[in-house]
Antibody, heavy 121, light 107 residues
């Protein structure tokens, strides 16, 4: 059974750096074709894809947030970490991690439950 | 970046109705288009990948079609559990982008 779980602070102050961890089980991110993405959803708004890391350590970022985002993986721990610098109240959202892969045209077939992050002083 | 535009943004329908949602890409994405269903307070659930492939476990009343810049998601006979928000997403090129969502409500 494939599962993913997001963890991180529920509240961050403006200008701080957010660090989110996605801990997964049931698959290996060293398997060819596998990837993990981060997606967020502000309250009442659309989904916004943020970043993706592939099995071969290729990394992809949302254009307008590229300078603030860093994605990394620890294959031995089955974790993917996303950091976002200089947080702002507009970054308040539910943050999800999700598994994707070449076998499903890089759709995302298993999602974590999401973690809500509020940016406020 | 590739822009994804869904229409309508919301619709009202009755149980048993046939429902079609459209998604347009700002440039050709071949068949690299995925559809998700999201219920309140829950994470999205993959329904269709590669424009027309039904994800395992998804009821056959859901179908997808299209290529290039125009895509559709069809629910052949709407069921009570289908009232939700539907999202399209392109996986042709980075950054991967989502449409704005379509809310399907009960008439």
């Amino acid at each position: 059974q494939v599962t993913l779980r997001e963890s991180g602070p529920a509240l961050v102050k403006p200008t701080q750096t957010l660090t989110l961890t996605c801990t997964f089980s049931g698959f290996s991110l060293s398997t060819s074709g596998m990837c993990v993405s981060w997606i967020r959803q502000p309250p009442g708004k659309a989904l916004e894809w943020l970043a993706r890391i592939d099995w071969d350590d290729d990394k992809y970022y949302y254009t307008s947030l590229k300078t603030r985002l860093t994605i990394s993986k620890d294959t031995s721990k089955n974790q993917v970490v996303l950091t976002m610098t200089n947080m702002d109240p507009v970054d308040t959202a539910t943050y999800y991690c999700a598994r994707g892969g070449r076998m499903i045209a890089y759709g995302m077939d298993v999602w974590g439950q999401g973690t809500t992050v509020t940016v406020s002083s | 970046d590739i822009q994804m535009t869904q229409s309508p943004s919301s619709l009202s329908a009755s149980v048993g109705d046939r429902v079609t949602i459209t998604c347009r890409a700002s440039q050709s994405i071949s068949t690299n288009l995925n559809w998700y269903q999201q219920k309140p307070g829950k994470a999205p659930n993959l329904l269709i990948y590669a424009a027309s492939s039904l994800q395992s476990g998804v009821p056959s009343r859901f179908s997808g079609s299209g290529s290039g810049t125009y895509f559709t998601l069809t629910i052949s006979s709407l069921q009570p559990e289908d009232f939700a928000i539907y999202h399209c997403q392109q996986s042709y090129s980075s950054p991967l982008t989502f449409g704005g969502g379509t809310k399907v409500e009960i008439k």
